[in-house]
């Protein structure tokens, strides 16, 4: 079975500094996909970064980058220069390829403070 | 271009009774699906559909969860007796495929309150 583990319930960061959320999961599979998901209190999940596992070069969205070490099973969230906006609940995924079950984590809660 | 539509967003009603929450994806996309978010955890899938076929409702608690898709567009879910233990938030959300290229779209969610 896929697990996804998120160790940090709530973490904060003062704004234009930076945070790293962290998530594992444990599987046998080779070939997965893996994303992380922002949740804002209004309750609407928004795709935030993906990354797919056979890929080595870590994916980047603008501000936001994973660290992916696949022997690790690890992919944590870095976000760069916090914005008041990123306050959210924030979601690992995983999927394994061509299986659309997508596993998601308990979620860590992200407060940036002013 | 409009999101993934649900209603209502909040339901309360007491146990034993019946609900039902409705979803409408975002126009062209095929694949939906509904999830169960308790509180403090994230979403589980509960059925996803492609078009009008069920392709996955390996999660769903048949003996009191039902779910369709009419016409492979809108899709309703219901509790048929609802239980406490049935409170949560019920997310839906909606892709072009179903592979994970395609990205899901969620809606905001419906809160039930069972009582």
């Known amino acids: 079975a896929q697990t996804v583990t998120q160790s940090q319930p709530e973490m904060s960061v003062q704004e234009a500094e930076t945070v790293t959320l962290s998530c594992t999961y444990d599987t046998s599979e080779n070939n997965y996909y893996l994303f992380w998901y922002k949740q804002p209190p209004s309750r609407q999940m928004i795709l935030v970064i993906r990354?797919?596992?056979?890929?080595?070069q870590n994916a980047t969205e603008n501000r936001f980058s994973v660290n992916f070490q696949k022997a690790a099973k690890s992919f944590s969230l870095k976000i760069s220069d916090s914005q008041l906006g990123d306050t959210a609940m924030y979601f690992c995924a995983f999927m394994i390829f061509n299986n659309n079950d997508m596993r998601f984590g308990a979620g860590t809660r992200l407060t940036v403070k002013p | 271009e409009a999101g993934v539509v649900q209603s209502p967003r909040y339901k309360i009603i007491e146990k034993k009774q019946p609900v039902a929450f409705w979803c409408n994806p975002i126009?062209?996309?095929?694949?939906l699906y509904w999830y169960l978010q308790n509180l403090g955890q994230g979403p589980e899938l509960l059925i996803r559909?492609?078009?009008?076929?069920?392709?996955?409702d390996s999660q769903l608690p048949k003996d009191r969860f039902s779910a369709e898709r009419l016409k492979g567009v809108d899709s309703t879910l219901k509790i048929q007796p609802a239980e406490l233990g049935d409170s949560a938030v019920y997310l839906c959300a909606s892709s072009w495929g179903s592979s994970y290229s395609n990205e899901q779209f969620f809606g905001p969610g419906t809160r039930l309150t069972v009582l």
């Open positions: 126009s062209g996309h095929n694949t």
């Open positions: 559909y492609e078009n009008e076929e069920a392709v996955d």
């Open positions: 990354q797919e596992a056979y890929k080595q």
